[in-house]
């Protein structure tokens, strides 16, 4: 299927379908609002679009440029001083475009009741074969147990429990400056490169107070904030709440994290041990009211310790500052953050991530510029999903849009080809049209079926 390269049909249908979402979106607006001009050539919306294109086309952006069959009209050097342009706020680009979405695609679908929340995680971004990489710092890779050189990928999403949108970001290297290996450029401490990299140097649970402010002035509605224990502790908790959210999150069972209960401090392992658990085939074992205690003040919460299916002896703290709801609903609350897992896996396997082939910059900007337009791929596919109501996964669709084009290539080639040899069998060899079409459908019975389907098809 592969044996036709894409030409300038397949560019178009990409293209328009991008176009369709930055219209209906007002992207132009958008990237004004975020401080992404150009006074000449090329605008810049057009350059994103450009961007937008290469993961479909399956190409680099280095390929594309020296096919001949590329239409971008400018140099990659146009493309390089956008993705470097440290003025520009792509937080502020992203957040607006998923409240969009949100208000025009999602919530109208929904009803009043369903639950929306904010999802915190981070995700390892390696760059281990990079020495010069602005900000590069030595961080512990947890799925495979390793220290590696990279950054740690903090973000901020919404979900209403079916469709994910990501709100905002930050590649986090590391506060301490003996495990930074390669250290930020000087920016005016007023510019939006400045407040980036200063971002990345702060502590993970203050960085995500941060993007949790952007979130909010994006203006979606959420009641809660979900994440996993790596963020829980009483003073994200206290901070959250402030904010005027609920938190519901995986708590460590660490005797260091300790909460009021009885009038006494104690942690959870110690809780678990004063009370009868529940028997039979329950969800949970165990549910007690605590209170969140910092600097003398109070928060109420439910801390609900649930069965581990991976380990029947073990057990899972989970804690909610709404104590109105039961144990089974905060069970069903916090299972909607899996969507940022599926998210990370998506942005990664499909939408070219981590890909080297079209991120190997060193500048800071421009690494935090191509995660911004791999998650506004991201909302273009959740965008179509959701208006079709398509239950395939998003990286199913990703790879049947794909797909969809190289057939539709390789139709139209075969389609063009045999309409040209039929013209030029009658006006230079003067055949008839039963000779024609025998020496045609002897070429098509030579095809492959799967070929033969495609050009049936055209």
Known sequence: MNIIPQNDYDASEILSTISRFFKQFDIVKKLKQSNCKKAKGISAVEVLKYLFTLVFKGRSMYMDQRLSSSEAGFSDDTAYRLLNDGRI???????????????????????????????????????????????????????????????????????????????????LSSENPDTRIKEARPFNKRSNAYKRRELSMTKGTDAMIT??????????????????????SPKTIFAIKNLGYDVIGMVKKSPKMTFEYDGQMMPLTEIYKKNKKRRGRSKYLLSVTVNVVKDGEKIPARVVYVRNRSNRREYLCLISTNTDIDENEIIRIYGKRWKIEVFFKICKSYLNLVSPSECRAISYDAMTAHMSIVFMRYMMLAVEQRKSKDQ???????????????????????????????????????????????????????????????????
């Open 211 to 232: 993007l949790l402010k952007t979130a909010k002035a994006s203006g979606i509605p959420a009641d809660y904030v979900l994440f996993d224990s790596w963020f829980t």
């Open 392 to 458: 395939r996964t998003l990286g199913e669709l990703f790879l049947y849009f794909v797909d969809e084009i190289a057939d539709i290539s390789f139709a139209e080639a075969l389609s063009l080809l045999t309409k040209l040899f039929r013209e030029e069998m009658k006006d230079y060899f003067d055949l008839d049209e039963a000779e024609i079409d025998r020496m045609i459908d002897k070429f098509i019975t030579a095809l492959r079926p799967a070929m033969r389907r495609q050009l049936s098809a055209a």
């Open 89 to 171: 706020n792509w937080n502020h680009l992203i957040s607006s475009t998923a409240a969009d979405i949100a208000n025009q695609v999602i919530l109208p679908a929904d009803s009043d009741d369903r639950v929306k929340a904010f999802v915190v995680d981070d995700s390892v971004i390696s760059r281990n074969r990079s020495k010069n990489v602005e900000l590069l710092t030595k961080v512990f890779d947890h799925a495979h147990h390793i220290f590696l050189n990279g950054f740690r990928m903090l973000t901020i999403g919404w979900t209403d429990g079916e469709s994910f949108l990501p709100l905002a970001a930050s590649l």
